[in-house]
Every structure is written in structure tokens, then in C-alpha cells.
């Protein structure tokens, strides 16, 4: 039997040419947006004064299956892509599992995560409106830098709300975000209205990124020229991001594999509903039935503990709001590491998907995170973003399941990122200092008790 490579690449002239739009597969859509002025269903026109066309017609747009990418932007791509397919050989026989495991490695750019496949769409679209720039907020930097990276790259003027303790803690973000010439804010901050009221209400405030979009979103629309872009939880993010499951899928077609198990980490929903994007197409269509998970913090369990509900998403109640998983758009989870996972909400579409059973989630906390992470490292050589450690610990917990069991089960997960920036969340688990906050119940009730209320829908 000839050996799978470790590395599994396809050619550049095999790369995907076109976004795949889940929506046009389900068999329930997600419930709509709704406009809090109105109470009724949001329209595209009514994204216009926040979004830029083409971006608000991706968001409502739940028919047209497969979305060309335009050649600027396929050009971008090929400058990192196509990512790795990668065999983990060394963390099978570590484990000692006949599991077969394969992961998605998307950390090989300068912004060290996935999000540069959106961030390019973003910046590309809202340069061709000729705006003059765009706001945006980041949690963990890595949004930050993948937008500040493609702003740079098409001459667009950008400011980062960056939430607080991630500013505080990584300061080398600050400067590679500067780099690419973006202003990066602190947030809550003084420069917005949103900002201000946050600060009075509750000076020692971390921060969140839910706070952090209310600002982006209150500086974008009193702006002339300016537009709001996000890096995670819309339907036009998942879009983009289907690049990451489109590309899995043809690599494991050359190696003719297809996975039995697909694990991601999930904050807002963008890489986890990108890499099952093709592979939830199978499933909804009949053709296969993978087993999905999703893993998310114990500190920020939106899936497996939080309600589905319609929810602002913002801190500030700027945006439309959502049905979606949450935790309530005032929640504040503790300062967890995990910077990119600390969103209150999830995505609606893949809400809807796991609240239709198409999805498990787990969660687990950071200390065993951070162990798993360490273990990966060692194994496999790529030093991995606190958030994409999530997803190594689903697939390992699905790994040492084969093992009890004998099965030679095929498992794909998503390894988001690397962790270089993430060194003071290393050291503070390895000098024992950090600590696995779980939000009591009493809290979450708190936060539920907020959660809007709209006549005749909830
Ligand atoms: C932002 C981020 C995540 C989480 O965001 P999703 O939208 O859920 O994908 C995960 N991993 C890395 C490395 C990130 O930067």
C-alpha cells in the first residue's frame, strides 16, 4: 500500500474558483435579521448604510449556490494558497490510535489564521465601492491583522477596535496591525459614543468583542466614506471562508480519503463553517452523514450552554439582530486566553445547523487546551493558536475513542493558527497561573434575562 504524503498539496490550477454557499442546501434557512427599529425582517438595503453593497447582497443572498471569486482576489490567494492538508502521523502514534488524522493547517500567513480568506474579500469589495475605509474591531488580533494586511494591500485607510485585555496582553499585535499602517483603538474607548457609555457604566471593563463592534459599527456610520466590516459570524464570512472546506475536500479526493469525523474550534462559526462547508453540502444532500463537531471554550460555551434566540450582536445594540446561540449580547466572559473564541453569539447558520441536529458541540477548558496544545507542538512541530487547540483537543478525544473501539475512523480537523502571539497565555499555563472560569448558571440566567424582547416572536 502505497504511504499518504505528510503533506498533501493541489496544484495552483486545481484551487477552488468559486465560494460555496451553504444556504443553498439547507433544507430550513436560518430565521432572518431583524431591524430593532422595526421589528420586522431586515433587507439588504437596510445593511447599505453599514455594510458595502456587494458584502450586504452576500449576507441576504440564501439561493445562489456557487459564488465566482473574483480574479483579484484569487490572485491574493495564491500568494498563501492553497493551505496544507496535512497527516498527522506523529500525533496517531503518539496516541496510539488507528484513527487516521488529517488537519487543515490555515496559519501560514502573517496573519497566522484563516481569516486573511475573508479579510481579502472585504477589503477587495469595499475598495471597488471606492469607499474611503473601514472599521472593523478584533478580539484577539488575528482579525486585526489578516484585514490590516489586505487593507494595506489595496491602498484602504483602517481602524482596529482592538478589546482591551487582548491589547494589554499581546502588544506585538498592536505593532504588526501598525506595520500595515491601520489605526488600532483600544475598546471600550473615549472616541465613540458606545465607548464612553461602556467606560461610565463599568470602568474596569476588559473589554469584549460584542463591545468592541458597537464601536467599530458607531465610527463606521458617522464616518462620510466609511463602511463596517466583520471577521466572523456572518453569512457573507462563512462564504468566503468554504475556500478552506472546497480545498479540503480536493485533497482528500487525491488521496481518496473523505472524513468519517470533522472537528473545528468554533468563536464565531467563520473557519469551523467554512472547512464543513462542502462536506455539510454531502450531508444535506444524502450523499454521505459525517459526524461535526464543534469545540468551544468552557469560559464561552454560546452552543452547548447558551439559548437559541434572536440577540443583538453587539454589546451596544447597534446591529440587527440575530437568531442564533447565545449568551446574551451583555455577557463578559472572564479573560480567557482564547481571545478569538470569547464571542457571546454564533453564527445562524451554523446555529440553525446544530439546533437541527446536523452538528454536536463540546466544550473544555483552557488548562487542558493549553496541554493539548503543548502535546500537538511536540508531536507535529507548528506551535498552535490557543483557539485552533480546541479543535486538536476534539479530534484527540475522537482519536483515544477509535482506540478503545478498534475503529479506523478518518478524522479532519481545522488548525486555525499559530500561537506566537499567544506566548503570555503559554507561560502563564505552564508557571501555573491560569486559571478554567465556568460561568454558573445563575450568571447565564442573568445574561438570558436580558435577551430582547420582540411582540409575537419572543
Ligand atoms: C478568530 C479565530 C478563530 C475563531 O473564529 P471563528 O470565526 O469561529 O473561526 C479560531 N482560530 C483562530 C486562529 C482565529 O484567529
Same mark, same amino acid.
Request: negative net charge; charged residues 20%.
Given at each position: 500500500?502505497?504511504?499518504?504524503?505528510?503533506?498533501?498539496?493541489?496544484?495552483?490550477?486545481?484551487?477552488?474558483?468559486?465560494?460555496?454557499?451553504?444556504?443553498?442546501?439547507?433544507?430550513?434557512?436560518?430565521?432572518?435579521?431583524?431591524?430593532?427599529?422595526?421589528?420586522?425582517?431586515? @433587507?439588504?438595503?437596510?445593511?447599505?448604510?453599514?455594510?458595502?453593497?456587494?458584502?450586504?447582497?452576500?449576507?441576504?443572498?440564501?439561493?445562489?449556490?456557487? %459564488?465566482?471569486?473574483?480574479?483579484?482576489?484569487?490572485?491574493?490567494?495564491?500568494?498563501?494558497? &492553497? *493551505? &496544507?492538508?496535512?497527516?498527522?502521523?506523529?500525533?496517531?502514534?503518539?496516541?496510539?490510535?488507528?484513527?487516521?488524522?488529517?488537519?487543515?493547517? =490555515?496559519?501560514?500567513?502573517?496573519?497566522?489564521?484563516?481569516?486573511?480568506?475573508?479579510?481579502?474579500?472585504?477589503?477587495?469589495?469595499?475598495?471597488?465601492? #471606492?469607499?474611503?475605509?473601514?472599521?472593523?474591531?478584533?478580539?484577539?488580533?488575528?482579525?486585526? @491583522?489578516?484585514?490590516?494586511?489586505?487593507?494595506?494591500?489595496?491602498?484602504?485607510?483602517?481602524?482596529?477596535?482592538?478589546?482591551?485585555?487582548?491589547?494589554?496582553?499581546?502588544?506585538?499585535?498592536?505593532?504588526?496591525?501598525?506595520?500595515?499602517?491601520?489605526?488600532?483603538? &483600544?475598546?471600550?474607548?473615549?472616541?465613540?459614543?458606545?465607548? /464612553?457609555?461602556?467606560?461610565?457604566?463599568?470602568?474596569?471593563?476588559?473589554?469584549?468583542?460584542?463591545?468592541?463592534?458597537? =464601536?467599530?459599527?458607531?465610527?463606521?456610520?458617522?464616518?462620510?466614506?466609511?463602511?463596517?466590516?466583520?471577521?466572523?459570524?456572518?453569512?457573507?464570512?462563512?462564504?468566503?471562508?468554504?475556500?478552506?472546506?472546497?480545498?479540503?475536500?480536493?485533497?482528500?479526493?487525491?488521496? #481518496?480519503?473523505?472524513? +468519517?469525523? %470533522?472537528?473545528?474550534?468554533?468563536?464565531?462559526?467563520?473557519?469551523?463553517? $467554512?472547512?464543513?462547508?462542502?462536506?455539510?453540502?454531502?450531508?444535506?444532500?444524502?450523499?454521505?452523514?459525517? /459526524?461535526?463537531?464543534?469545540?468551544?471554550?468552557?469560559?464561552?460555551?454560546?452552543?452547548?450552554?447558551?439559548?437559541?434566540?434572536?440577540?443583538?450582536?453587539?454589546?451596544?445594540?447597534?446591529?440587527?439582530?440575530?437568531?442564533?446561540?447565545?449568551?446574551?449580547? +451583555?455577557?463578559?466572559?472572564?479573560?480567557?486566553?482564547? $481571545?478569538?473564541?470569547?464571542?457571546?453569539?454564533?453564527?445562524?447558520?451554523? *446555529?440553525?445547523?446544530?439546533? +437541527?441536529?446536523?452538528?454536536?458541540?463540546?466544550?473544555? =477548558?483552557?488548562?487542558?487546551?493549553?496541554? @493539548?496544545?503543548?502535546?500537538?507542538?511536540?508531536?507535529?512541530?507548528?506551535?498552535?493558536?490557543?483557539? *485552533?487547540?480546541?479543535?486538536?483537543?476534539?479530534?484527540?478525544?475522537?482519536?483515544?475513542?477509535?482506540? =478503545?473501539?478498534?475503529?479506523?475512523?478518518?478524522?479532519?480537523?481545522?488548525? @486555525?493558527?499559530?500561537?506566537?502571539?499567544?506566548?503570555?497565555?503559554?507561560?502563564?499555563?505552564? +508557571?501555573?497561573?491560569?486559571? #478554567?472560569?465556568?460561568?454558573? #448558571?445563575?450568571?447565564?440566567?442573568?445574561?438570558?434575562?436580558?435577551? &430582547?424582547?420582540?411582540?409575537?416572536?419572543?
Amino acid at each position: 500500500m502505497n504511504k499518504v504524503p505528510h503533506r498533501i498539496y493541489l496544484r495552483e490550477d486545481q484551487m477552488p474558483t468559486q465560494w460555496y454557499n451553504l444556504r443553498a442546501d439547507m433544507k430550513e434557512l436560518p430565521d432572518p435579521l431583524i431591524d430593532p427599529a422595526t421589528g420586522k425582517p431586515a @433587507t439588504e438595503e437596510d445593511l447599505y448604510p453599514v455594510f458595502c453593497k456587494e458584502l450586504a447582497h452576500q449576507e441576504m443572498d440564501n439561493t445562489t449556490r456557487y %459564488i465566482p471569486i473574483p480574479e483579484e482576489i484569487q490572485e491574493f490567494y495564491r500568494m498563501y494558497r &492553497p *493551505s &496544507p492538508l496535512i497527516r498527522a502521523y506523529n500525533l496517531e502514534k503518539k496516541l496510539d490510535t488507528p484513527a487516521k488524522i488529517y488537519y487543515k493547517f =490555515e496559519g501560514n500567513n502573517t496573519s497566522g489564521s484563516h481569516k486573511l480568506n475573508s479579510a481579502v474579500a472585504q477589503a477587495y469589495y469595499a475598495k471597488k465601492q #471606492d469607499l474611503k475605509g473601514v472599521t472593523t474591531e478584533t478580539g484577539a488580533g488575528q482579525w486585526g @491583522t489578516a484585514l490590516a494586511e489586505a487593507c494595506s494591500f489595496f491602498h484602504l485607510p483602517l481602524t482596529v477596535y482592538m478589546v482591551k485585555c487582548s491589547y494589554e496582553q499581546k502588544p506585538f499585535r498592536k505593532s504588526v496591525i501598525q506595520t500595515f499602517d491601520a489605526d488600532i483603538i &483600544p475598546s471600550p474607548s473615549d472616541t465613540t459614543q458606545v465607548g /464612553r457609555k461602556i467606560l461610565a457604566e463599568n470602568p474596569g471593563t476588559t473589554g469584549s468583542l460584542g463591545c468592541a463592534i458597537s =464601536e467599530a459599527v458607531e465610527k463606521a456610520v458617522t464616518t462620510e466614506g466609511y463602511k463596517y466590516v466583520l471577521g466572523s459570524v456572518l453569512n457573507q464570512v462563512l462564504l468566503h471562508q468554504s475556500i478552506i472546506g472546497e480545498e479540503s475536500l480536493l485533497a482528500m479526493q487525491m488521496i #481518496d480519503e473523505y472524513p +468519517d469525523i %470533522i472537528v473545528g474550534c468554533a468563536g464565531g462559526g467563520s473557519n469551523l463553517g $467554512g472547512l464543513i462547508a462542502p462536506f455539510m453540502r454531502d450531508k444535506l444532500t444524502g450523499k454521505t452523514d459525517p /459526524r461535526i463537531i464543534a469545540v468551544e471554550p468552557a469560559s464561552c460555551p454560546s452552543l452547548t450552554r447558551g439559548r437559541y434566540a434572536y440577540d443583538f450582536c453587539d454589546t451596544g445594540k447597534v446591529t440587527p439582530m440575530a437568531r442564533m446561540y447565545t449568551l446574551g449580547c +451583555d455577557f463578559i466572559p472572564s479573560a480567557n486566553h482564547a $481571545g478569538g473564541l470569547r464571542y457571546h453569539g454564533m453564527s445562524p447558520i451554523l *446555529s440553525k445547523l446544530y439546533h +437541527d441536529g446536523y452538528m454536536k458541540a463540546i466544550s473544555a =477548558e483552557q488548562t487542558k487546551i493549553f496541554e @493539548t496544545a503543548i502535546q500537538f507542538a511536540k508531536q507535529e512541530t507548528i506551535l498552535p493558536a490557543p483557539e *485552533s487547540a480546541h479543535a486538536i483537543y476534539g479530534a484527540v478525544q475522537e482519536a483515544l475513542r477509535c482506540r =478503545e473501539t478498534g475503529e479506523a475512523k478518518t478524522i479532519l480537523f481545522g488548525l @486555525t493558527g499559530t500561537g506566537y502571539f499567544d506566548m503570555v497565555a503559554y507561560q502563564s499555563y505552564m +508557571d501555573h497561573t491560569m486559571n #478554567d472560569y465556568i460561568p454558573t #448558571d445563575k450568571e447565564l440566567e442573568a445574561s438570558f434575562a436580558k435577551l &430582547p424582547k420582540i411582540p409575537g416572536i419572543q
